[in-house]
């Protein structure tokens, strides 16, 4: 039976999943990342990308047909002709992009995605002004991209996931003109088969010389494709130190007020916004064991009358965009039982209030959601949810973004297809209108 196997590099480590056509694991191997590899990061990556494919079982190794690599957003670096790192990568979170935003919004359109101080094009920028050997750079790469190079021995090739805070136009999938800059890769679709893997690494590993190696995709995008939500009005919202939400929509969102944006899928659109409350508040106050034994207590279907915003510091940006936002936490009652109650539902208030906001800004009407992380594993929060949504929540039936890319490495069910139709199926997309 033949294997497909997704790669995530997170952010503290990486996991490999391979899956069967019908989307059954036959193995999954994971490894953290050493903290002593702060220098030589991209060695260390190969060395983990290399340990990933030995761990895995050989009878998986003998069987794959297709392997596809995600990295963290906005993770890149530079290359010279033969791909070999000039320099060490910027991390998705490095925003020493601050010190050329003038130069970036100089040639880029206002609110335009790029304009954050740890975009992909701030980078290349900084790189471009800072850098004392960056003539000997060829390639500009992200994370996915160049650990896909090891594998495929073709450089200068990205995804328009990856691309997007490049400046990459995914409305048009073209360069737009007014990014005239060097070493920019040429984009492809998410899954889109590259090329063969190299003979010698297929060699090295026992793997088919036929498997081929696909354009990857950013982790958060591969653990939405992992939940396996296809429909417009499909969302997912992630319950872990912070909410995020992500709604699967026939209409492109752009809005910088608000922190949102769109990832393309297919012909539809991945919108998504996040905010400051979630996990992180609910962990100040109580234990794990707290949580789970209080949370049995409360009644899901009765209100609190308690109207909280839950944050740690002020500040907030979505669905409330107010940089001074006061955290909401008064009055407290000394039940604690109603003081979670009055937590865990205002907290599902900001969730429907996020979708609402979407909703409002043209995005397709929010039909069930999907839940990640480590909240969704409160079946009480669920409920509370379920109720102030007013449409079905339930657990993802996958969280891991390996899964998702893996996905992308599936053959077509129906070879004679349309394009768009089989671009929906690769990245898990259905058009019927909800």
Same mark, same amino acid.
């Given at each position: 039976?033949?294997?497909?196997?997704?790669?995530?590099?997170?952010? $503290?480590?990486?996991?490999?999943?391979?899956?069967?056509?019908?989307?059954?694991?036959?193995?999954?191997?994971?490894?953290?990342?050493?903290?002593?590899?702060?220098?030589?990061?991209?060695?260390?990556?190969?060395?983990?990308?290399?340990?990933?494919?030995?761990?895995?079982?050989?009878?998986?190794?003998?069987?794959?047909?297709?392997?596809?690599?995600?990295?963290? $957003?906005?993770? =890149?670096?530079?290359?010279?002709?033969?791909?070999?790192?000039?320099?060490?990568?910027?991390?998705?979170?490095?925003?020493?992009?601050?010190?050329?935003?003038?130069? =970036?919004?100089?040639?880029?359109?206002?609110?335009?995605?790029?304009?954050?101080?740890?975009? +992909?094009?701030?980078?290349?920028?900084?790189?471009?002004?800072?850098?004392?050997?960056?003539?000997?750079?060829?390639?500009?790469?992200?994370?996915?991209?160049?650990?896909?190079?090891?594998?495929?021995?073709?450089?200068?090739?990205?995804d328009y996931h990856n691309s997007l805070k490049?400046?990459?136009?995914?409305?048009?999938?073209?360069?737009?003109?007014?990014?005239?800059?060097?070493?920019?890769?040429?984009?492809?679709?998410?899954?889109?088969?590259?090329?063969?893997?190299?003979?010698?690494?297929?060699?090295?590993?026992?793997?088919?010389?036929?498997?081929?190696?696909?354009?990857?995709?950013?982790?958060?995008?591969?653990?939405?494709?992992?939940?396996?939500?296809?429909?417009?009005?499909?969302?997912?919202?992630?319950l872990g130190s912070t909410l995020v939400l992500?709604?699967?929509?026939?209409?492109?969102?752009? %809005? &910088?007020?608000?922190?949102?944006?769109?990832?393309?899928?297919?012909?539809?659109?991945? =919108?998504?916004?996040?905010?400051?409350?979630?996990?992180? =508040?609910? &962990?100040?106050?109580?234990?794990?064991?707290?949580?789970?034994?209080?949370?049995?207590?409360?009644?899901?279907?009765?209100?609190?009358?308690?109207?909280?915003?839950?944050?740690?510091?002020?500040?907030?940006?979505?669905?409330?965009?107010?940089?001074?936002?006061?955290?909401?936490?008064?009055?407290?009652?000394?039940?604690?039982?109603?003081?979670?109650?009055?937590?865990?539902?205002?907290?599902?208030?900001?969730?429907?209030?996020?979708?609402?906001?979407?909703?409002?800004?043209?995005?397709?009407?929010?039909?069930?959601?999907?839940?990640?992380?480590?909240?969704?594993?409160? +079946?009480?929060?669920?409920?509370?949810?379920?109720?102030?949504?007013?449409?079905?929540?339930?657990?993802?039936?996958?969280?891991?973004?390996?899964?998702?890319?893996?996905?992308?490495?599936?053959p077509q069910r129906d070879s004679t297809s349309?394009?768009?139709?089989?671009?929906?199926?690769?990245?898990?997309? %259905?058009?019927?209108?909800?």
């Amino acid at each position: 039976m033949d294997c497909y196997l997704g790669i995530d590099f997170g952010t $503290s480590g990486a996991r490999a999943i391979a899956i069967t056509a019908a989307r059954e694991i036959q193995a999954q191997v994971s490894d953290r990342f050493a903290d002593s590899a702060r220098q030589n990061l991209a060695d260390h990556w190969q060395s983990v990308l290399f340990k990933l494919l030995a761990q895995l079982p050989q009878t998986v190794r003998s069987r794959l047909q297709g392997i596809a690599i995600n990295g963290t $957003s906005a993770t =890149v670096l530079l290359c010279d002709r033969k791909g070999q790192p000039i320099t060490e990568p910027l991390l998705y979170h490095d925003d020493r992009g601050k010190q050329v935003l003038d130069r =970036v919004a100089a040639i880029a359109p206002p609110d335009h995605t790029v304009l954050s101080a740890t975009s +992909s094009l701030a980078k290349l920028v900084w790189w471009r002004q800072h850098l004392d050997n960056f003539n000997a750079a060829h390639y500009f790469l992200h994370q996915a991209d160049w650990l896909a190079f090891l594998l495929h021995g073709k450089l200068g090739i990205s995804d328009y996931h990856n691309s997007l805070k490049l400046g990459y136009d995914v409305e048009k999938l073209r360069y737009p003109d007014w990014l005239d800059l060097p070493m920019l890769p040429e984009v492809m679709e998410p899954g889109q088969a590259i090329a063969p893997i190299l003979p010698n690494i297929a060699n090295h590993f026992n793997i088919p010389h036929n498997c081929c190696i696909h354009a990857g995709t950013t982790d958060s995008i591969a653990a939405f494709l992992a939940s396996q939500a296809t429909t417009p009005g499909d969302a997912v919202t992630s319950l872990g130190s912070t909410l995020v939400l992500k709604l699967l929509s026939h209409t492109r969102l752009e %809005n &910088k007020h608000y922190g949102i944006y769109s990832h393309r899928l297919g012909n539809l659109w991945l =919108v998504g916004g996040a905010s400051n409350t979630g996990g992180a =508040v609910l &962990k100040h106050f109580f234990s794990d064991e707290e949580l789970l034994e209080l949370s049995r207590q409360i009644s899901p279907q009765q209100e609190s009358p308690l109207d909280y915003y839950p944050l740690l510091k002020p500040g907030e940006r979505f669905p409330i965009n107010d940089p001074h936002l006061l955290p909401r936490l008064e009055p407290r009652p000394s039940d604690r039982v109603k003081f979670l109650h009055g937590l865990l539902q205002s907290i599902a208030r900001i969730e429907m209030q996020g979708y609402s906001l979407l909703e409002s800004l043209g995005a397709t009407s929010l039909r069930q959601i999907f839940t990640a992380g480590g909240g969704a594993q409160n +079946s009480t929060w669920t409920a509370i949810r379920a109720y102030q949504c007013r449409v079905p929540v339930q657990i993802a039936s996958q969280t891991e973004a390996a899964f998702g890319t893996a996905l992308l490495t599936l053959p077509q069910r129906d070879s004679t297809s349309h394009d768009e139709g089989r671009r929906d199926q690769r990245l898990g997309g %259905n058009t019927e209108r909800s």
